[in-house]
């Protein structure tokens, strides 16, 4: 689970649409942080899309706010195999010192050949 928290003020209301039953929307994309962790514990950042066309015109979203990942993630189910008939499915394990308080393996080094 990934819990966000954005600031609404910075919403570029010129993207704001209606759906079809009169409720409005607004397109957002959640990217992992390429620097990994934040000082506060976020991994992710949350940025409004502002539509295809804009963003082939260049235009970027504004940043709207941060989220962490709470616990630990699991698909609720696994994803279909690849062309290699291989599982795509990522199980996420939990950080060293997660919110579980389980910690993880230092490294990902095993004794397999490839």
Known sequence: MIRIKINLAKIDQTAVFEGKNGARYVDLTLMENKQGLDQYGNSHMC???????????????????????IGTVKPSRPAPPDDRGESTTVWNRPTAGGASGVSAPADDSTDLPF
């Open 47 to 69: 940025v409004q899309d502002l539509g295809k066309e804009r963003r082939l015109a260049g235009e970027k979203g504004p940043i709207l706010g941060n989220g962490k990942t």
